[in-house]
């Protein structure tokens, strides 16, 4: 991929006793990755369970249900960039190790919560130390492999997240066939331990070796405004109307404190973060395609769950099976982006990937409660074959843009976009899903107890759970009805988060750099130490 514009010169090469044991040390970060990931991809298939009374589940209903998904965003979002600072500063081994151990002690707490208020607890631990493992891998990433290497690198990497997409569901499926739902958060608890030896064993540290004076300022409006905007969107989503007086305060108040975090690091003699690097059109391109293409999956993948199950009756392991053609493309086309992208340039790969996106999620408009498998199946591979070339050029865009030393902050404004995107396709989606089904199913009611209605209302599970209670011969056609109306408001939604995805396109077919020019690379020299990088 070619270096932005202004990029910053080549840092020192990697020391060679690193350099030797570099694919190693990707295989643990790999691995420390997929247990973020295997968590969220677990518990899309479990919330069918989760919001099942006592025993089977706790009885979480919808707005709990998403609260258990937005309490680990909403930490996470709101620290990861404080998180990618610190790494920075004291050392990316260092936060790796506790991010995960915290994550750990969550996962084990939440699997034995009893009520929803506590899954959404721990759920928000689980978050605070997500928030620490994301970025810190990336950034070690950055410092363990030469420039050449890194988008080779960063899309086996990537291709890491297919991998938890496919093993989370399936796991879930299995653990929720023999096991009590709390177990999908408990089997984290081994992967965390086998994590922190081999990162202890394997990964050097390394940090930036002139931090320069700590700008507790810039991080306090960093965290204070993103939280704010974040849970400005969950709370849109979760009352489905923006126009709530909470809503707009909360929303304008993270914008206005976010503004005032720009302009105070425009000003600083020591920023967090170098503002100048947002005015290079493809490292602004790069953040803005990740925010757009996860705001337009996201939405997608939560109510997919409630459509393979409560819609087409399948069971949580059956849904994690649908879902692996797209893990499967996103790992075999991910780690070979690079070479595609070599060939035509990131502008026309990443374009075409999200045309892939926005049809996958067009299609999801044709769908119906007969539609045969093969064609879900294939819906899913071209959405994972679309994610595979967009998400490591954009991330090489991103990376390359900043000097190795800042790998922490590059990794953290990375993910802060996705975070802040998937929250928005959620909360925006959801809210989309959820007005539409509220006005197809209120004709159908009538049989319904009137205090019953407004919760029967609420949701396709609320509808179902009230027509399993009316019997047989009230409750069928009440329950043909909430298909119906769930059916018709996933259309609504899914041709939203394809126009999106097609703005995504847009940005990314006019910003992102084109097919880079041949050039002629001088042989390797050898390979001097690096200060800031230590066993």
Not at 22 to 36: D, E
Request: with cysteine; net charge neutral; proline share 6%.
């Amino acid at each position: 991929m070619p270096i932005p514009s202004g990029a910053p010169a080549a840092a020192p090469r990697v020391p060679e006793a690193i350099h030797r044991r570099r694919w190693w040390i990707l295989a643990v970060l790999m691995f420390s990755l997929l247990i973020v990931v295997l968590d969220n991809s677990i518990l899309n298939v479990a919330v069918k369970t989760i919001a099942s009374p006592a025993p089977t589940g706790i009885g979480a209903t919808q707005s709990e249900l998403e609260w258990a998904i937005n309490s680990y965003t909403l930490v996470f979002a709101g620290l990861l960039f404080t998180a990618g600072l610190l790494g920075d500063r004291i050392g990316r081994k260092k936060v790796l190790l506790a991010g995960i151990l915290v994550f750990g002690l969550g996962s084990a707490l939440a699997a034995f919560s009893a009520s929803p208020g506590e899954l959404i607890t721990w759920r928000a631990l689980m978050g605070f130390g997500a928030a620490f493992v994301m970025p810190a891998t990336l950034a070690v990433l950055m410092n363990v492999f030469e420039r050449d290497e890194q988008p080779k690198a960063i899309g086996i990497w990537a291709g890491s997240v297919g991998l938890g997409i496919a093993i989370g569901p399936i796991t879930g499926g299995l653990l929720l066939e023999h096991f009590w739902w709390g177990s999908i958060f408990l089997v984290n608890v081994p992967v965390v331990v086998i994590a922190l030896i081999a990162m202890a064993v394997l990964v050097p540290d390394s940090r930036d070796p002139k931090p320069g004076k700590v700008d507790p300022l810039g991080v306090a409006l960093s965290i204070v405004g993103l939280v704010l905007l974040v849970y400005g969107i969950i709370r849109g989503g979760e009352l489905a109307d923006f126009t709530d007086t909470t809503v707009l305060l909360a929303i304008a108040g993270g914008l206005l404190v976010l503004a005032g975090f720009v302009w105070h690091e425009k000003r600083s003699s020591h920023p967090a973060i170098d503002i100048t690097y947002f005015r290079k059109p493809a490292f602004s391109a790069a953040v803005a395609a990740i925010a757009l293409v996860f705001f337009a999956l996201m939405g997608v993948t939560f109510f997919s769950a409630f459509y393979l199950q409560s819609v087409r009756g399948y069971t949580a392991l059956e849904s994690g099976l649908l879902i692996v053609p797209l893990a499967a493309a996103q790992m075999i086309f991910a780690p070979r982006a690079r070479l595609v992208v070599d060939r035509f340039g990131a502008r026309a790969v990443c374009t075409v990937g999200m045309l892939l996106v926005a049809a996958g999620l067009a299609s999801f408009a044709l769908f119906d409660a007969g539609t045969p498998v093969w064609v879900m199946c294939l819906v899913f591979f071209v959405q994972g074959t679309g994610m595979a070339h967009i998400m490591p050029p954009v991330t090489v865009a991103v990376m390359q843009a900043l000097p190795r030393e800042k790998a922490g902050s590059g990794s953290a404004i990375n993910n802060t976009f996705r975070q802040v995107g998937g929250a928005l396709g959620i909360a925006v989606l959801g809210s989309v899903l959820s007005t539409v089904y509220r006005g197809d199913i209120e004709g159908h009611l009538g049989a319904v107890p009137a205090g019953a209605r407004d919760v029967a209302g609420e949701s396709i599970e609320a509808t179902l759970g009230v027509a399993e209670k009316l019997g047989p011969v009230a409750g069928k056609p009440l329950a043909a009805a909430a298909n119906d109306a769930f059916i018709s408001a996933m259309h609504v939604t899914a041709l939203g988060s394809a126009a999106v995805a097609l703005i995504g396109a847009v940005v990314v077919g006019l910003f992102l750099p084109g097919r880079p020019p041949a050039t002629t690379e001088a042989p390797e020299e050898a390979r001097p130490p690096a200060e800031q990088l230590s066993r």
